[in-house]
């Protein structure tokens, strides 16, 4: 998990995004409401949301495949922006729905301190050789 919770220079380090649980089943990492997370309203920006979301998929899909050998990107996400937060922290919690060879799907709830709803999202994340991922592109 250090690999996952270090690093740098990433859309993770800017956004404040931290893990903090990672399992075969389940993962948790949260994310500041602060000004680089905040759209003009002040309030929440649905990207940053989406970005936590997504995080939270990636990190549990690589956390299951063969990373000598393979790599993961997000295939398709999709996000229901349910309540408007301000600041605090919002926590993500990432169930896999679906792991197969080459996708996995992922459910994530996104919830306040007080538990309550903000996002609710679900993210298809493809599993990719690396040697084929070297080629193509």
């Known amino acids: 998990m250090e690999e996952i919770a270090s690093v740098k220079g990433t859309l993770m380090e800017a956004l404040g995004i931290k893990v903090l649980e990672v399992t075969p089943e389940r993962v948790v990492a949260t994310m ?10 002040r309030m929440l ?8 979301a997504e995080t939270a998929a990636s990190v549990g899909t690589y956390n299951l495949i063969d990373k000598e050998n393979q790599i993961t990107v997000g295939l398709e996400i999709n ?3 349910i309540r408007g937060k ?10 896999p729905l679906h792991k197969g060879r080459t996708t996995m799907v992922w459910d994530i709830k996104i919830k306040d301190e007080e538990e309550n709803l903000i996002c609710v999202s ?12 070297s080629h193509e592109g």
């Open 45 to 52: 920006h649905g990207g940053a949301s989406v970005a936590l």
């Open 122 to 133: 679900r993210c298809t994340m493809a599993i990719v050789n690396k040697k084929r991922a």
């Open 79 to 81: 996000a229901n922006h």
């Open 32 to 41: 500041p409401v602060c000004d680089a997370t905040r759209q003009p309203a």
């Open 86 to 95: 301000a600041d605090g922290i919002v926590t993500a919690v990432a169930i």
